[in-house]
C-alpha cells in the first residue's frame, strides 16, 4: 500500500475551526497529517477538534487571533512543544464577510485596521513566527487570496491583493530555508457563511461572470491546496493559482 507523503507531517491552519480551514484540515488529517487548528472562535474550535478527535485524527486545537503577535508566537510555540515543528502552515484565516465588501470610504479606518490587521498582518506574523520550525523540512505555506484581488474594486481586495504581493516576497525570502510560499485565489465558494451571509443578487452576479456557471464547492479549494501542499508542484513557488471557475479572466 501506498504510504501518503503527508503522513507525520504537521500542518498548522489558521481559521481552522469552519470553513475551508476546517476542509483543508479535514483532507491532511485522512492523509495521515497532524493538525493544528488556529483559530479566534473557540467554541466552534474546540468542536471540529473534538469531532475530528472522535474521527481518529490527531489534533491540537489554540485559541489563537492572528493579528495578536504574541497569540501567534504562543500557538508556534505550542505547536514545536506537542510535535516538534511545522510542515506546512496555511495562512487561511480572513475576514471577508460582507460587511468588508465595501469601498474604503465607505468603511471608514474603524473597519479598515482590523481588515489590514487580519487578512495582510496576520498571514506576515504567522510566517515570520513560523519560518524557523518549518526551516530545512521542505516546508510549504499557502497563503488563501481571492478573485476579489484581481479587480480590486474593494477594501477586502486590497488586502488579498497585498497576500499575493507577500506571496512573492515571502518566496524569495524564505528560499534558503527551503521553504515554498503559494497562494490560492479562490472565487466565490459556497461555504456555511457564504450560504448564510452573501446577499442572493451578489451570488447572482458573481456567476454570471464565471465561465464554469456551477457553484464552487470547498472540494475545488481542497484539490488545489493538496497539489500546492505536495511534492507533485515541487517547482512552484511564489504563486498564486485562481480556483474561480474562470471568474472575469482575462488575457
Ligand atoms: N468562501 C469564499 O467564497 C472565499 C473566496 C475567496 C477567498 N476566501 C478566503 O478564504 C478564507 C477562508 O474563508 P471561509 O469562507 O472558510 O471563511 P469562514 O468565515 O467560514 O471561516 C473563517 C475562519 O477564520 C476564523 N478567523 C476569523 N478571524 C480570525 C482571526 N483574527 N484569527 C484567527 N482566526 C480567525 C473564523 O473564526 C473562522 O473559523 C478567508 O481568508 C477568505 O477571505 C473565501
Redesign the pocket.
Known amino acids: 500500500m501506498e504510504t501518503s507523503e503527508y503522513k507525520e507531517k504537521v500542518a498548522f491552519i489558521?481559521?481552522?475551526?469552519?470553513?475551508?480551514?476546517k476542509a483543508f484540515a479535514e483532507a491532511l488529517a485522512t492523509r495521515g497529517a497532524k493538525l493544528v487548528l488556529?483559530?479566534?472562535?473557540t467554541a466552534?474550535l474546540e468542536a471540529t477538534a473534538k469531532e475530528f478527535r472522535t474521527q481518529g485524527y490527531e489534533v491540537l486545537p489554540v485559541t489563537?487571533?492572528?493579528?495578536n503577535q504574541t497569540q501567534v508566537e504562543k500557538s508556534i510555540a505550542a505547536t514545536v512543544k506537542t510535535y516538534g515543528a511545522i510542515d506546512i502552515l496555511i495562512n487561511?484565516?480572513?475576514?471577508?464577510?460582507d460587511a468588508y465588501n465595501k469601498p474604503m470610504g465607505e468603511l471608514g479606518m474603524s473597519k479598515l485596521k482590523p481588515l489590514f490587521d487580519?487578512?495582510l498582518m496576520?498571514v506576515i506574523a504567522c510566517s515570520l513566527a513560523a519560518k524557523d520550525v518549518m526551516s530545512g523540512r521542505d516546508g510549504v505555506i499557502l497563503n488563501?487570496?481571492?478573485?476579489?484581488a484581481y479587480g480590486c474594486q474593494t477594501a477586502y481586495g486590497v488586502s488579498?491583493l497585498a497576500v499575493r504581493g507577500l506571496t512573492v516576497t515571502l518566496a524569495h525570502e524564505f528560499k534558503h530555508q527551503g521553504i515554498r510560499v503559494n497562494a490560492i485565489?479562490?472565487?466565490?465558494?459556497f461555504?456555511?457563511?457564504?450560504r448564510a451571509e452573501l446577499p442572493q443578487s451578489v451570488v447572482d452576479t458573481v456567476k454570471q461572470q464565471q465561465i464554469l456557471e456551477r457553484d464552487?464547492e470547498e472540494r475545488d479549494v481542497v484539490e488545489a491546496m493538496l497539489y500546492l501542499t505536495s511534492e507533485k508542484s515541487r517547482f512552484i513557488t511564489g504563486e498564486t493559482l485562481r480556483v474561480s471557475g474562470g471568474f472575469t479572466l482575462q488575457v
Request: proline fraction near 2%; glycine fraction near 20%; include cysteine.
Open positions: 489558521t481559521g481552522g475551526a469552519r470553513g475551508f480551514g488556529a483559530d479566534i472562535d466552534t489563537c487571533d492572528v493579528s487561511n484565516a480572513g475576514l471577508h464577510s487580519v487578512n496576520g488563501i487570496s481571492s478573485s476579489a488579498k485565489a479562490p472565487g466565490l465558494i461555504t456555511d457563511t457564504i464552487g
